[in-house]
């Protein structure tokens, strides 16, 4: 039996060596594992903190930009409103004039939109009031010389200032309000340069 035992026991310690061979393989190779895992951990993080760095500079970015934009907007607001309210008071200061100033005024706006043929002229209530005694005599000779004829109605238009000019059925609005609005991009250029912008 002691051949047995002998063999058992040899058979037994090279078994032990064996699994102690494995076992060390085995943590050697998890040592491994564990070694890489941890250095992709550390890659991972290092391309997260990459991300978040870029992605802190791109909100940086579109903040600045936004904050720019909001800038020139409200800087635009800013100057459409002096622009409207230097025109608006260019149209105050026509309008406003006197009589005599008001009228030379309206008398070259009608010289320049005067045409051939027969054609009414209308006045807003206020002008029709205020109209100097002779203003149908100069504007019927304007109308001759244009080669038609133009007659002064009675009847109130529905504009502040300015006059509407009518030949047949078309009407020329040219009231200050439609004159303004017409020349709206003009006046705003020259109130912009006259700023400095």
């Not at 635009?76 to 008071?89: G, N, T």
């Not at 005067?114 to 109308?143: Q, T, V, Y």
């Amino acid at each position: 039996m002691a051949g047995i035992d002998k063999i058992t026991a040899e058979i037994l310690e090279s078994g032990r060596a064996r699994a102690s061979e494995l076992t060390d393989a085995a943590n050697a190779d998890a040592a491994k594992i564990m070694a890489a895992a941890e250095a992709e951990i550390r890659a991972a993080g290092a391309r997260n903190q990459e991300r978040i760095r870029e992605d802190d500079a791109k909100a940086g970015q579109r903040a600045k930009s936004q904050a720019g934009l909001a800038r020139r907007q409200t800087l635009l607001a800013a100057k459409q409103s002096i622009v409207d309210e230097m025109i608006e008071k260019a149209y105050q200061k026509l309008a406003g004039q006197s009589d005599e100033k008001y009228f030379a005024m309206i008398e070259k706006i009608l010289l320049k939109n005067i045409r051939k043929g027969s054609g009414e002229i209308l006045f807003g209530k206020k002008d029709l009031e205020r109209l100097p005694l002779d203003f149908p005599i100069r504007m019927k000779i304007a109308a001759l010389a244009a080669g038609g004829e133009l007659r002064l109605s009675t009847k109130p238009a529905p504009i502040d200032n300015g006059f509407i000019l009518r030949y047949g059925g078309i009407e020329e609005n040219c009231s200050l309000r439609a004159i303004f609005a017409s020349k709206q991009n003009e006046l705003s250029d020259a109130v912009l340069a006259a700023l400095g912008h």
